[in-house]
């Protein structure tokens, strides 16, 4: 049982670049959400996707599109890098919202030169 | 979009003392309320949580304490140790939020260090 997996672990981009970050579990759970942390600010929500199919908006959705391919994996795609996007991107998964809980994945360090 | 408060933003204590960080939100419409636990170079993890319906919840040495008339929570840390240093969130989750989903709105994160 491997929880919430994140690849890569590290990715260095040039201005433009494209590129996908991926996000798999194997807990059975509906909900999936990508967060970014930065310095100062919290871990601020992405996107979100209540199960397979559906995806919505957080709070920071600009420059981003994701993909819930299937009820494991949940991929986030940045389809032209920015420095902005420099940061620490987490991806969540959690199970109804009697239990609550947000299992979080090691995290992947993004830099945009 | 609802703020969360979160202070302060770094804490040192010493070994063995309590480490106390506070929590204010600005909307009564919240129905969970967590605190997560992040150590260097990993995701955060649930420490505790509490629902509104309670104004206290103790797990060993860490407690929420809740004031829902002054829609304030804090975590306690008694008998602080080196191997709590860590980054701490406050969370909330909105009622109407999100669906079926534990959509959440985090603080900004408090820096602990217990001193030896």
């Known amino acids: 049982n491997a929880g919430v997996t994140q690849t890569p672990k590290f990715q260095v981009l040039k201005t433009g670049q494209s590129m996908t970050l991926q996000c798999a579990q194997d807990m059975n759970h509906n909900s999936m959400y990508w967060y970014r942390q930065d310095p100062g600010m919290g871990l601020r929500l992405i996107y979100y996707s209540a199960s397979e199919g559906t995806t919505d908006k957080g709070e920071v959705p600009n420059g981003y599109n994701v993909s819930r391919l299937n009820k494991r994996e949940f991929s986030l795609r940045l389809e032209s890098a ?3 996007q420099t940061s620490v991107y987490f991806c969540a998964s959690s199970a109804d919202r009697a239990k609550g809980e947000q299992y979080f994945g090691p995290g992947t360090r993004l830099t945009v030169t | ?3 969360v408060k979160q202070s302060p933003q770094s804490l040192i204590v010493q070994k063995g003392g309590i480490s106390i960080i506070n929590c204010a939100y600005e ?9 997560y636990q992040q150590f260097p170079g990993k995701g955060p993890a649930l420490l505790i949580a509490i629902r509104p319906d309670v104004s206290e919840k103790k797990e060993g040495r860490f407690t929420i304490s809740f004031n829902k008339s002054a829609k304030q929570f804090s975590l306690h840390i008694m008998d602080s140790q080196p191997g709590d240093s860590a980054t701490y969130f406050c969370a909330l989750r909105g009622q109407r939020w999100g669906g079926a989903t534990n959509k959440l709105i985090f603080g900004t994160g408090t820096l602990l260090a217990v001193q030896p």
């Open chain 1, 82 to 84: 920015a420095p902005s």
């Open chain 2, 1 to 3: 979009q609802q703020q």
């Open chain 2, 27 to 35: 909307n009564t419409a919240f129905d969970y309320f967590p605190w």
